[in-house]
């Protein structure tokens, strides 16, 4: 069996009590495989292999659409419905799309009502690594958020998920799962776009996105750009003592 997520951000649960641990976060019209059922709690399973708990208000039923989907990927974006009402949904939410023009696209929310967005056209980039950091940019400022993965709230590794997803490329949901030692590198070879991973007693807490030249955007109680360099004047000692190793990302790219 199959539901989708109806709110902007469904928060995700490591038991079957809102008095649990939130461990993720699903999105508006993402459709989840549901493993159990508990009093008014569903078992899931994401398209990441992320297995949690969500409370049944955040889900209805999966309404077939064979539509193109439109990726969101501004910080904020404001749905307008046919009634007149107003939804605010983060980076990274994708819907079927309805009709779009040059200024605006309508799209179908998953209960079936049909809501209009202005968009602003920009350049392609042709170039991932920068896609990935312009992406990664639009979260400046975002507050932490322990199981978080939207310009509502993140965690390290839920923005380095989602950023990497904007792109097309599908990276597990925790930091030490994202690490894959055969592409280990080091950090002074670290380009932008890569990642770098950091440690406590060798084991990886913490993750962030190399901006090139030993600086990194990460969220560290918010999303920041900081740098690994000692002469650099937004150097993060503290950090530094951290840095466990470099991953190069040019294999997926």
């Known amino acids: 069996m199959q539901k989708t997520v109806r709110t902007p951000v469904a928060n995700l649960y490591r038991t079957h009590t809102f008095m649990s641990d939130q461990v993720s976060q699903a999105l508006m019209g993402e459709v989840v495989d ?11 399973h994401q398209w990441d292999g992320y297995e949690s708990w ?11 659409s064979s539509a193109d989907t439109y990726y969101f990927d501004r910080h904020t974006s404001q749905i307008i419905c046919e009634d007149g009402k107003e939804i605010y949904i983060p980076f990274g939410v994708a819907l079927p799309v309805e009709e779009m023009s040059g200024d605006f696209v309508k799209v179908k929310l998953p209960w079936g009502e049909i809501g209009k967005c202005i968009i602003s056209s920009h350049p392609l980039n042709d170039d991932l690594a920068d896609c990935i950091i312009a992406n990664a940019r639009k979260f400046n400022g975002v507050q932490y958020q322990w199981g978080g993965v939207t310009t509502f709230g993140c965690d390290c590794s839920g923005f380095v998920q989602t950023i990497f997803k904007s792109v097309g490329i ?41 901006l090139g030249d030993s600086r990194i955007i990460h969220c560290s109680g918010f999303v920041r750009e900081e740098s690994l360099a000692s002469l650099d004047k937004v150097f993060n000692k503290s950090l530094l003592g951290k840095f466990y190793m470099a991953m190069s990302m040019k294999a997926l790219r």
């Open 170 to 210: 599908k990276l597990p949901r925790d930091s030490h799962e994202q690490f894959d030692e055969k592409m280990r590198i080091k950090l002074e070879d670290a380009v932008h776009g890569d990642l770098l991973f950091f440690a406590d007693k060798d084991k990886i807490d913490h993750v962030g996105i190399s």
């Open 34 to 44: 549901v493993l159990d059922k508990f009093e008014s709690w569903y078992k899931i």
């Open 54 to 64: 969500i409370h049944n208000f955040y889900l209805m039923d999966v309404v077939d």
